[in-house]
């Protein structure tokens, strides 16, 4: 039996009844023949537009696998509906089924897990700064006096607050609406650094006017695993989903994703991210999981 056959008889198990309830979300889009993906407008190279109602993205290609394996599960194509979240409203959203997937770039944490479930781990990103090259800072302790860019509705500068670096620093903070938004401060010189996860800031740099004039810099805040996200207590939805990653993964399909969006040159300015998969994100490949962040900082 080939991988997908066993991914149709795993979906067809649960249709048949043998203890764990069919999947809501499934049975909802067989239902509607439509699913609806959340999506970023500005979370490159995991999830961004380039205008026009078109998503593209690391995140978004898996999401997209994954719906074409719901597709044959349910035996029709579906539609995809994309819908534009927020950090605000995307949980929201998710747990309310306004989105059926959520393919953006949001940390898998214990607090979310109360609300929401996790795929397996496809991204680990470390929190740090963006800053222009000739301000000269270097490190959180340069900070001190400074305005700090925040997008609302993320936790990276209570993170920040609370690093040992940042203890004598005083900084005002200022708030983007998303993350493009948050850039758009410091590029302006209205804030001096932005801090987020470095996959974020590296996708936003490589779509800038000039790339060369940003950096990332400073400490690293915390380490911060990446999935896709679904609605909770959603059993045979979150085995659809695990099983698509942990196939992607044992093929090689998924590395290759990876390189295309975070290696090579994207749209739309055609320039690279430049990050290389990390040593913590191919142990994962190796051996999935969908930890909380928690579980990183125990280490």
């Keep these: 039996m080939n991988k997908l056959s066993s991914f149709v008889a795993v979906a067809a198990l649960f249709a048949a009844g043998t203890g764990i309830t069919l999947a809501q979300t499934i049975t909802k889009v067989q239902s509607s023949g439509e699913i609806a993906m959340g999506v970023r407008e500005s979370s490159a190279p995991l999830s961004y537009t380039l205008g026009n109602n078109q998503f593209t993205g690391y995140h978004v290609e898996l999401c997209q696998a994954i719906i074409d394996n719901i597709s044959k599960t349910v035996g029709k194509k579906l539609t995809v509906k994309y819908v534009p979240v927020t950090s605000q409203n995307r949980i929201p959203l998710t747990q309310n089924g306004t989105v059926d997937i959520e393919c953006g770039s949001t940390t898998n944490n214990e607090a979310r897990q109360k609300d929401v479930s996790f795929g397996l781990t496809t991204f680990v990103t470390e929190v740090r700064m963006v800053v222009k090259t000739k301000s ?10 400074k305005t700090v860019a925040t997008t609302t509705g993320t936790t990276s500068v209570q993170t920040l607050r609370k690093h040992k670096a940042a203890e004598k620093a005083t900084f005002q903070e200022l708030f983007g609406k998303d993350h493009a938004d948050s850039f758009l401060l410091v590029e302006s010189g209205r804030a001096d650094a932005f801090v987020m996860d470095n996959n974020i800031l590296a996708g936003l740099i490589a779509s800038s006017k000039n790339p060369k004039d940003y950096a990332i810099v400073g400490e690293v805040l915390s380490v911060e695993p990446i999935a896709i996200m679904i609605r ?25 994703l990876y390189d295309k969006w975070f290696i090579k040159p994207i749209p739309p300015q055609n320039t690279s991210v430049g990050l290389p998969m990390g040593v913590t994100l191919k142990a994962l490949f190796k051996d999935p999981n969908d930890k909380p962040m928690e579980a990183y900082a125990a280490k």
Aim: hydrophobic share 35%; net charge positive.
């Design 136 to 145: 000269g800072i270097k490190s959180i302790s340069q900070l001190n006096g």
């Design 232 to 256: 909770k207590d959603d059993p045979g939805m979150k085995k659809v989903v695990d099983l698509t990653i942990s196939n992607m993964m044992a093929d090689g399909s998924l590395a290759k």
